[in-house]
């Protein structure tokens, strides 16, 4: 089967880093995204991976390892605003997207 | 802004009274989605269309329909709304070729009663 695995909920602090995994079993791979989700909101697109290695945009950065079915979210300086929920999904051969359920992200002053 | 709308943002039913989702779209993307999302849960994808190919997941139930009349438009009918089916409706789009990320638009809330 299909499977995407990320930790239910994190606890950070402003202005710490913080880093979310996600490992997956997917029927084929055609690039792994992260997506935000703040409460009652729709998902926003952060980042795509599709070959290894870090993708750094601004205080956000993702990885990703092929080999090893992993991948991580990597958010730096945090602020009060990032207090959301990070999805984790693969493309698989059907280039569908395959959803983890969410790390829910809590910010503490 | 090219973007998804979706309309309304929330929407009350009762329970086994039909109701219709709607969904445009300015980004010209020929691939259109509809998920369902409960709370804490990921996106569970009802359906989807490339183009005007429709495309049925095998889970969805014969209680949602879709129908999309132009490259603009999409919307998702529930016939007989349940009580479980409260949740969040997303509309996404996609475009074919590069890297083609899904773009939701805000969704809709829906509530049964």
């Known amino acids: 089967g299909q499977n995407i695995d990320q930790p239910t909920e994190m606890t950070a602090t402003e202005g710490a880093i913080v880093q979310i995994n996600c490992t997956y079993q997917t029927s084929g791979f055609n690039g792994l995204f992260w997506y935000q989700q703040h409460a009652g909101e729709a998902p926003t697109f952060l980042s795509y991976?599709?070959l290894d290695g870090l993708e750094e945009k601004g205080r956000f950065s993702s990885f990703l390892s092929r080999s090893k079915g992993y991948s991580y979210l990597l958010l730096k300086e945090l602020q009060m605003k990032d207090s959301a929920s990070y999805l984790c999904?693969?493309?698989?051969?059907?280039?569908?997207?395959?959803w983890g359920a969410g790390t829910k992200l809590i910010i503490k002053p | 802004d090219a973007m998804v709308i979706q309309n309304p943002r929330y929407q009350v039913t009762q329970f086994g009274k039909p109701v219709t989702l709607s969904c445009s779209q300015t980004l010209n993307h020929n691939v259109m989605y509809w998920y369902q999302q409960k709370s804490s849960q990921a996106p569970k994808l009802l359906f989807h269309y490339y183009d005007k190919d429709f495309n049925n997941e095998a889970d969805t139930p014969d209680n949602f329909q879709s129908r999309r009349p132009n490259t603009s438009f999409c919307f998702l009918d529930i016939r007989s709304p349940g009580l479980g089916d409260a949740a969040m409706y997303l509309c996404?789009?996609?475009?074919?070729?590069?890297?083609?990320?899904?773009?939701f638009g805000p969704g809709t809330r829906l509530l049964v009663l």
């Open positions: 999904a693969v493309r698989d051969s059907n280039y569908q997207l395959i």
């Open positions: 991976n599709v």
């Open positions: 996404a789009t996609r475009a074919t070729g590069g890297r083609e990320t899904q773009y």
